[in-house]
């Protein structure tokens, strides 16, 4: 089977009706998908007329948002007036998927604006940080004002250019997952990387240790104990040599790379920039690396599916990373591959609840997160794990 039939194939299976959104399949221009722009106060009934009797899924995901926070109509009506107000004359749409902890809205081409309740408010001085270390992959964040009525705070962003992989793949997947497009990302991504791993010797920020730099050790206890049987072998290992990994540079780490804050390039897959930065804290080299493989595979109904060119895929993204990092060798090489393994423990062997992380996965009831873990750590990426996965020599020599 040739790839273009495989690809067609992976198509089949990411993409089925259940999953699709036909709001997506839009022409790209300038780098963005055009999208629809939904009025914030606009009524439910309304958005199922717009869309065909069917919630968009970003409407669904705004309603959830002010429920969650306990904002009524008028709040929402609020927002609706106060960008309207800050920008007259411009046009505002919605992104296709709204995050967790806030709502954002896009104003014109090149502005964003974000309302977040107090409890998930922004550390400046971790945008700051992430936009002075990464200057062109990061935006510029800038606290606005606070609403009265409902405590939100809002906050300007300069919007990054491109479309997010997560759209890119539901718009346009055969050019998603075309090889030369994930080859262009997969080296990018390692460009990206390499700038962390060089301001490693610039001065030390003075942001403190974060939630998860402050707690690695505690948190890798209570996975070797809790976890799934087939893991533990693994965090027990990870625990162990915990000294080496910690050895690393500590660089400063965005906190959520998953498809969604990945933003492209269309035309060539290269990485143009990442959004929510807000969890982001320094960490040792390498913890980030879990974001390799949301690249070469998605989360589909039956289990994670890796690219067919997943292998010759990772194969890249280390060569170009040793070519930027020349230090990326022997005992370093082997720390930070065991840095990998503990960030994907701590990513998907903790479970998101509510915006609290602090629960071990179970089986059965966190099924995405076992599925991945089972993807990402098995000796093989890609192929089922039914084994415990002890850090060796051929493993890392695999990689």
């Known amino acids: 089977m040739c790839i273009l039939q495989l690809l067609q194939l992976l198509q089949r299976l990411l993409f089925s009706d259940q999953h699709f959104d036909p709001a997506l399949q839009t022409a790209v221009r300038n780098g963005r998908p055009i999208l629809r722009a939904v009025k914030i106060t606009m009524t439910e009934e309304e ?13 669904l995901s ?76 990061a935006p510029i964040t800038q606290y606005i ?58 001065p030390q920020s003075s942001l403190p240790l974060g939630t998860i730099g402050l707690s690695i ?22 625990l162990m040599q915990l000294p080496r990994i910690t050895s690393l540079p500590w660089l400063f780490t965005h906190g959520d790379l998953m498809p969604g804050n990945f933003m492209l ?27 390799l493989e949301e690249i070469l595979g998605e989360l589909t109904p039956n289990g994670f599916l890796y690219h067919p060119d997943a292998n010759t895929l990772r194969e890249i993204f280390w060569k170009e990373l040793e070519q930027e990092i020349p230090e990326l060798r022997d005992d370093v090489k082997s ?37 991945k873990l089972d993807a990402f750590l098995s000796p093989e990426q890609g192929e089922e794990n039914t084994r415990e996965h002890p850090v060796s020599a051929e493993r890392i020599s695999k990689i």
């Open 62 to 137: 705004i309603g959830a948002f002010f429920t969650r926070n306990n904002l009524t109509a008028n709040d929402r009506a609020e927002c609706n007036s106060f960008v309207s107000q800050l920008y007259p004359g411009k046009s505002s749409s919605l992104p296709s998927c709204q995050g967790y902890c806030s709502l954002t809205v896009f104003v014109g081409d090149d502005i964003v604006v974000q309302f977040r309740p107090n409890t998930y408010r922004l550390d400046l001085s971790i945008t700051t940080t992430a936009s002075k270390i990464h200057p062109e992959f």
């Open 47 to 59: 958005q199922k007329q717009q869309h065909g009797g069917a919630l968009p899924e970003a409407s």
């Open 217 to 238: 050790e505690t948190r890798l206890k209570a996975l070797r104990a809790t976890l799934p049987a087939r893991f533990r072998t693994l965090a027990k290992t990870l």
């Open 265 to 291: 390039e269309p035309s060539t897959g290269v990485l143009r920039g990442l959004v929510d930065w807000a969890e982001s804290e320094y960490l040792p080299f390498g913890i980030c690396f879990y974001g």
């Open 145 to 202: 004002t606070t609403i009265p009525s409902s405590g939100l705070l809002v906050y300007r962003m300069s919007r990054i250019p491109g479309i997010s992989l997560r759209d890119f793949r539901r718009s346009s997947p055969l050019l998603a997952y075309s090889t030369q497009n994930l080859t262009n990302l997969c080296i990018s991504f390692a460009d990206f990387l390499a700038q962390s791993w060089h301001h490693a010797n610039q």
């Open 335 to 371: 720390n930070v591959i065991m840095a990998r393994d503990l960030g994907v423990l701590l990513w998907y062997g903790i479970a998101f609840d509510d915006g609290a992380v602090n629960r071990v996965v179970e089986e059965g009831r966190d099924v995405p997160e076992i599925w």
